[in-house]
Every structure is written in C-alpha cells, then in structure tokens.
C-alpha cells in the first residue's frame, strides 16, 4: 500500500483539522490539565492557516491513494549560542497524527521519514519533539522510528495553587 506525503497548503485546511481531532482527543484525555477537551474548530482552523504562512513552518499530509491518512506539523527553531549552549539549528516535529483506522501501516514512519528529508534538505542536523509521558503508545512509535530521550520535563503540583 503506497503511501505518499505531501505538503499541505491552504486548500488542506479542512483535512488538517479533521486529522488534528482524535490526537487531541487523546491528549485531552490523557493530560486533561493541559489539553481542550472540545477545542473550538474554527480557532485551530485559523491556527492552522496561520503556521502555513509562517516561513520556518511546514505541514504535510499523507496520503494513501486520494485518502489523507495523516499529517505532520514541522518547524524550524533555532537555539542561539549562550554561555553555557552551543549554537544548534533543527527541525521540530510539532505535532504529528494518523487516523485511528490507519494506524500500524507505516503512515507514522512515512512522515517521520518526510521530516528527515526536510531536515536533510534544509541542511539540519536533527529532529526535536515533544511527547507525554502518558502517550505510551507515541513513546513507542517514536522510539521505534529512532528517537532517544534528550532532556525531561518535570512538574509538581503545589498545595493551594
Ligand atoms: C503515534 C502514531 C502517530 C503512530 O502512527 P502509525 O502510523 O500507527 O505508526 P507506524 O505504523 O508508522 O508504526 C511504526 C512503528 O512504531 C511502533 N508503534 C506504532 N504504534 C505503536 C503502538 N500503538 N504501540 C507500540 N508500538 C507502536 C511499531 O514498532 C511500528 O512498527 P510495526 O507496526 O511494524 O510494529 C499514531 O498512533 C497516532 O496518531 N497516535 C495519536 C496521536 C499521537 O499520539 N501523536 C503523537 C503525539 S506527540
């Protein structure tokens, strides 16, 4: 089954916030505190159409015949030099989602892999991401597609907050 990824432009607006739905679902379920539990579409429709005019941002679908199976949400960020950092350019993989009855066909690995060229053809030496810790499905896709822990984000809660 071939799957092909493609950028996504304004015309995909609508298939990019059908796509984003049952992800942000699952993080609303997983990490209520954080996540909407019932985002307004029109607001992430205007989102979405804003990060496609930004010049470090880049969507694009998968497709597998004329179905979009999944999409990708890539940015380019800079680290600038510090004290204490090096100065680091890479891609960030800021969302990222399959449709649930597509899932386990190698959609997933078909956009990390159009990351990578992305990365490879913008002359970046890595790919970044966050994901939760509740996701344990995501956690091992991710790993299972190369990605290593690089750094933790700790939280405790506080008594009266
Ligand atoms: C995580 C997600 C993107 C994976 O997409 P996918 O198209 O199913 O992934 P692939 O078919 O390319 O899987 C590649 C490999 O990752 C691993 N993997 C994928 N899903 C997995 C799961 N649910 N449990 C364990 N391993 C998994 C497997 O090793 C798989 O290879 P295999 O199927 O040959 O065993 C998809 O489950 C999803 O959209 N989840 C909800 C949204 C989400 O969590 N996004 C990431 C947020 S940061």
Not at 72 to 99: I, K, M, N, P
Request: proline content about 5%; aromatic content about 8%; charged content about 20%.
């Amino acid at each position: 089954m071939p799957i092909e990824v493609r950028a996504a432009d304004l015309g995909d607006l609508a298939l990019l916030v059908a796509l984003n739905q049952p992800a942000q679902s699952l993080h609303a379920a997983l990490c209520p505190e954080d996540f909407k539990a019932e985002p307004d579409p029109e607001e992430i429709r205007a989102f979405f159409r804003a990060q496609l005019g930004e010049p470090g941002s880049l969507m694009a679908i998968a497709w597998i015949d004329a179905v979009a199976a999944g999409y990708v949400w890539l940015d380019v960020a800079v680290q600038l030099e510090t004290a204490f950092l090096r100065e680091r350019s890479y891609l960030v993989v800021q969302q990222l989602g399959v449709a649930p009855g597509l899932r386990r066909r190698g959609v997933g690995r078909a956009l990390i892999g159009y990351a990578e060229q992305v990365a490879r053809d913008r002359g970046l030496g890595g790919i970044d991401l966050g994901t939760w810790a509740a996701n344990a499905e995501a956690r091992a896709f991710f790993a299972a597609v190369g990605f290593v822990t690089a750094s933790l984000v700790l939280r405790r809660p506080v008594g009266g907050g």
